[in-house]
Each structure stands twice: as structure tokens, then as C-alpha cells.
């Protein structure tokens, strides 16, 4: 019961830096980017119990905006709500994360594919990586998964499409759900900030259909990574 007492102060105080993104104009949507950023962040984890008094009171918002923003994020396959028990961060399936993979494979290769000269549209994916390199030097691997998520969030946005940008936001965060099966994070996520080093290489020397190759091979290998952990998850059930 201490743990839990202790989990639940750490996740208002965490929220509480939030509340000043609210602003005066607070909306169930803007809540629900917030709790949506700190899912892909691996703040909250598979299967927690996502509290309303506490989360409410962390953001400064009414109980009705709060559930407004968990029906949103569990139309957006993040939550789901059990009847009598309450609003859960969703666990993803294997038929899941297949079809995560499936979706990242076709935006983000075809945003790659159909760029022009990106030389000077690399700003975010620059930032990615030194967040990224900068979390590894810490041996932060949470800090380092998130980097990665941001790596490909702005590979996405070099398409220069708010619906494709609004798309994937949803789909990364589930994704970060699925990290949570590997139980050495450093050893899944660490090889994979080097191929984001190569692919950033590519595209700033212009060479966009290596990069689209590069990152083709990258999410079937990352894919076929967190099939197997699951896989082995669902067999020791």
C-alpha cells in the first residue's frame, strides 16, 4: 500500500508541471495531448490504473474534461476503461504491434521517399539524435526510447502534413507501449540510435532512397525484435 501511496504522489507531481499547458482555455483535447505525450514518454506503463482524483487535481481540471480526455485517448486504442474498475493504460497485443509496424512502415518510408532535398528541413531529427546520444552517455534508456520516438515523429513530419503529424503522435505512443515487453532496454534501444545516426547521414547528404532503404530494414528488424519478446511473453503465460 506505501508503494502504491508513494507511485501515486510522484505521477500528481509529474502531471503538475503540466498544468501551466493548459492555460486558461483548458480542453479535454489539450489534457489529452498531455496524457498522450506522457504515455509515449514511458510515463505511465502497461496496465496502470490511471487515477481520477489524482491526475484531475495534478492538471487542475473537472472530473468531467478528465473523462472526456480518456475517451478520447481510448478511441485512440491507449486506454480502456473495465467496467466497475476504471480507465487502465491499455497492453497491447502481437496483432497489435504487427499492425503498428505495418502503419509506420508505409508513412514513414513514403514520407522519406517523397522528399525533395531535405538538407534543410533536419532540424528535429538532429535534436532527436543529440537527446538520444546525450541519454545513452547517461545510460537514461527510458530517456533514450523517447528520443528515438521523436526521431521518427520528425521523420514523419518532413511530409510537411499536419494529418499524417496528428496520425502518428497517437500510433508512437502505442508504440511505447510495446516497449515495455523488452526486458533489457538498453541492449534493444542502443544499436538503434546508431542506425538513426546512418539514416540522418543519408538524408543530409541527399541521398533519400538510401535512406528510405536504411529505414525500410530498420523497422523489420525492430518489428521482428519485439515479435519474438512478445511471443515468448505470451508462451510463459
Known sequence: ???????????????????????????????????????????FTP???????????ALGVSRNTLREAFRLLTHERLLVHELNRGVFVRVVTLEDLLDIYRVRKLVECAAVRGLGDPSTRLDALE????????????????????????FHQAVVSLAESPRLDELMRG????????????ADPRRFHEPYLARNRQI??????????????????????SRAQLSEAYSRRVAEM
Do not use: C, P
Open 200 to 221: 540522418l547521414a543519408a538524408l543530409r547528404a541527399g541521398d533519400t532512397a538510401q535512406a528510405e532503404r536504411m529505414l525500410a530494414v530498420y523497422l523489420d528488424d
Open 171 to 182: 500510433v508512437l505512443a502505442e508504440l511505447r507501449l510495446v516497449f515495455h515487453v523488452m
Open 1 to 43: 500500500m506505501a508503494d502504491e501511496d508513494e507511485r501515486r504522489l510522484v505521477e500528481a507531481a509529474g502531471l503538475e508541471e503540466d498544468r501551466a499547458l493548459l492555460g486558461r482555455t483548458s480542453t479535454a483535447e489539450r489534457v489529452a495531448a498531455i496524457l498522450r505525450d506522457r504515455i509515449a514518454e514511458g510515463y
Open 47 to 57: 496496465g496502470t490504473r490511471l487515477s481520477e482524483e489524482n491526475i484531475g487535481g
Open 127 to 150: 535534436a532527436a539524435l543529440a537527446a538520444g546520444e546525450k541519454a545513452a552517455r547517461d545510460q537514461s534508456w527510458q530517456d533514450l526510447s523517447t528520443a528515438n520516438i521523436r
